[in-house]
Protein backbone atom coordinates (compact mmCIF):
# COMPACT_ATOMS: atom_id res chain seq x y z
CA UNK A 1 0.00 0.00 0.00
CA UNK A 2 1.43 3.32 -0.38
CA UNK A 3 0.89 6.39 1.86
CA UNK A 4 -0.66 9.65 0.03
CA UNK A 5 2.37 11.82 1.38
CA UNK A 6 1.91 14.89 -1.89
CA UNK A 7 -1.20 16.34 -0.32
CA UNK A 8 -1.49 18.63 2.44
CA UNK A 9 -3.52 18.57 5.35
CA UNK A 10 -6.09 21.58 3.97
CA UNK A 11 -6.13 19.87 0.28
CA UNK A 12 -6.32 16.01 2.00
CA UNK A 13 -9.54 17.46 3.72
CA UNK A 14 -11.44 19.22 0.71
CA UNK A 15 -10.76 15.42 -1.39
CA UNK A 16 -11.89 13.08 1.47
CA UNK A 17 -8.45 11.75 0.50
CA UNK A 18 -8.09 8.36 2.44
CA UNK A 19 -5.48 5.43 1.19
CA UNK A 20 -7.59 1.96 2.15
CA UNK A 21 -5.02 -0.79 3.87
CA UNK A 22 -4.25 -3.59 1.60
CA UNK A 23 -6.16 -6.00 4.18
CA UNK A 24 -9.20 -3.95 3.60
CA UNK A 25 -8.53 -4.51 -0.58
CA UNK A 26 -7.98 -8.00 -0.27
CA UNK A 27 -11.50 -8.66 1.80
CA UNK A 28 -13.30 -6.83 -1.27
CA UNK A 29 -11.46 -9.21 -3.69
CA UNK A 30 -12.31 -12.22 -1.38
CA UNK A 31 -15.90 -11.52 -1.65
CA UNK A 32 -15.94 -10.88 -5.13
CA UNK A 33 -14.23 -13.47 -6.09
CA UNK A 34 -17.10 -15.55 -4.23
CA UNK A 35 -19.53 -14.13 -6.28
CA UNK A 36 -18.17 -14.16 -10.28
CA UNK A 37 -15.00 -15.02 -12.71
CA UNK A 38 -13.64 -11.13 -12.20
CA UNK A 39 -11.62 -11.96 -15.41
CA UNK A 40 -15.31 -11.66 -17.33
CA UNK A 41 -15.37 -8.19 -15.81
CA UNK A 42 -13.79 -4.60 -15.98
CA UNK A 43 -12.71 -3.73 -12.46
CA UNK A 44 -13.16 0.42 -12.13
CA UNK A 45 -12.50 2.82 -9.45
CA UNK A 46 -13.32 6.58 -10.33
CA UNK A 47 -11.61 7.70 -7.48
CA UNK A 48 -8.23 5.53 -7.60
CA UNK A 49 -5.28 7.91 -6.02
CA UNK A 50 -2.08 5.95 -6.55
CA UNK A 51 -4.43 2.57 -7.77
CA UNK A 52 -4.28 0.20 -4.89
CA UNK A 53 -7.14 -1.54 -5.45
CA UNK A 54 -5.10 -2.75 -8.65
CA UNK A 55 -3.57 -6.28 -7.52
CA UNK A 56 -3.53 -8.34 -10.00
CA UNK A 57 -1.90 -8.09 -13.86
CA UNK A 58 -3.85 -10.23 -15.28
CA UNK A 59 -7.33 -8.08 -14.73
CA UNK A 60 -8.92 -5.84 -16.52
CA UNK A 61 -8.35 -2.30 -15.01
CA UNK A 62 -9.46 1.44 -15.30
CA UNK A 63 -8.92 4.33 -13.11
CA UNK A 64 -9.80 7.52 -12.75
CA UNK A 65 -9.06 10.32 -10.27
CA UNK A 66 -8.69 14.28 -9.78
CA UNK A 67 -5.29 13.88 -8.60
CA UNK A 68 -2.94 13.89 -11.24
CA UNK A 69 0.04 13.57 -8.71
CA UNK A 70 -1.20 10.40 -7.28
CA UNK A 71 -2.30 9.11 -10.79
CA UNK A 72 1.18 9.05 -11.47
CA UNK A 73 1.75 6.91 -9.31
CA UNK A 74 -0.07 3.98 -10.59
CA UNK A 75 1.35 1.13 -12.28
CA UNK A 76 1.23 1.87 -15.81
CA UNK A 77 0.51 -1.13 -17.01
CA UNK A 78 -3.27 0.08 -15.90
CA UNK A 79 -5.22 2.44 -17.95
CA UNK A 80 -5.99 5.56 -15.85
CA UNK A 81 -8.19 8.83 -16.81
CA UNK A 82 -7.01 12.39 -15.03
CA UNK A 83 -10.60 13.50 -14.84
CA UNK A 84 -13.81 14.77 -12.00
CA UNK A 85 -14.99 11.52 -11.91
CA UNK A 86 -18.37 13.73 -10.59
CA UNK A 87 -19.39 15.82 -13.51
CA UNK A 88 -20.38 14.90 -17.02
CA UNK A 89 -20.56 10.82 -15.51
CA UNK A 90 -21.14 8.57 -17.95
CA UNK A 91 -20.02 5.45 -19.47
CA UNK A 92 -18.87 7.24 -22.69
CA UNK A 93 -17.06 9.67 -20.65
CA UNK A 94 -14.54 6.65 -19.46
CA UNK A 95 -14.47 5.15 -22.41
CA UNK A 96 -17.02 1.75 -20.88
CA UNK A 97 -19.32 0.25 -23.49
CA UNK A 98 -22.66 0.13 -22.99
CA UNK A 99 -22.77 -3.69 -23.19
CA UNK A 100 -19.74 -3.66 -20.98
CA UNK A 101 -19.73 -5.91 -17.31
CA UNK A 102 -18.53 -3.94 -14.38
CA UNK A 103 -17.39 -4.04 -11.47
CA UNK A 104 -16.94 -0.88 -9.54
CA UNK A 105 -14.70 -1.52 -7.16
CA UNK A 106 -12.70 1.21 -4.44
CA UNK A 107 -13.13 3.34 -1.53
CA UNK A 108 -15.00 6.57 -2.51
CA UNK A 109 -14.03 10.03 -0.97
CA UNK A 110 -15.95 10.52 2.47
CA UNK A 111 -16.07 14.53 3.43
CA UNK A 112 -19.09 16.47 5.00
CA UNK A 113 -18.75 19.26 3.64
CA UNK A 114 -21.44 20.73 6.06
CA UNK A 115 -19.94 19.15 9.04
CA UNK A 116 -18.59 21.53 11.83
CA UNK A 117 -15.65 19.78 12.05
CA UNK A 118 -12.67 21.76 10.36
CA UNK A 119 -15.93 23.24 8.72
CA UNK A 120 -13.19 26.41 8.50
CA UNK A 121 -10.95 25.36 5.93
CA UNK A 122 -13.67 23.11 3.58
CA UNK A 123 -14.28 24.47 0.20
CA UNK A 124 -15.59 22.86 -3.10
CA UNK A 125 -12.70 22.67 -5.15
CA UNK A 126 -14.48 20.85 -8.22
CA UNK A 127 -17.47 20.58 -10.17
CA UNK A 128 -20.41 18.29 -9.42
CA UNK A 129 -23.29 17.02 -11.36
CA UNK A 130 -26.57 18.12 -9.93
CA UNK A 131 -28.06 14.64 -9.89
CA UNK A 132 -25.31 13.32 -7.50
CA UNK A 133 -24.28 16.30 -5.45
CA UNK A 134 -25.09 15.98 -2.04
CA UNK A 135 -23.44 17.04 1.24
CA UNK A 136 -21.07 14.03 1.69
CA UNK A 137 -18.78 13.08 -1.33
CA UNK A 138 -18.97 9.77 -0.25
CA UNK A 139 -22.71 9.81 -1.63
CA UNK A 140 -22.04 11.55 -4.46
CA UNK A 141 -19.61 8.71 -5.57
CA UNK A 142 -22.11 6.28 -5.00
CA UNK A 143 -24.78 8.16 -7.30
CA UNK A 144 -22.31 7.85 -9.21
CA UNK A 145 -22.14 4.48 -9.68
CA UNK A 146 -25.59 4.32 -10.21
CA UNK A 147 -25.06 6.04 -13.44
CA UNK A 148 -22.61 3.54 -14.48
CA UNK A 149 -24.79 0.83 -13.90
CA UNK A 150 -22.05 -1.86 -12.76
CA UNK A 151 -22.89 -5.50 -11.95
CA UNK A 152 -21.64 -4.94 -8.66
CA UNK A 153 -20.49 -2.37 -6.17
CA UNK A 154 -17.34 -3.00 -3.79
Known sequence: MNMQKHL?????INLGSFYTPRFIVQKAYEMLEKQVNLKDYLLFDSSCGYGD??????????GADIDSV?????????????TNSLHDVGREKFGI????????????????????????IKKSLFEIDKNLA???LGISFLRSYAVLEPEFVC
Open 8 to 12: GRNET
Open 53 to 62: FFLYNELNYL
Open 70 to 82: ALSKVSPNIRTIH
Open 97 to 120: KKDEKLIIIGNPPYNDKTSIIRNH
Open 134 to 136: FRD
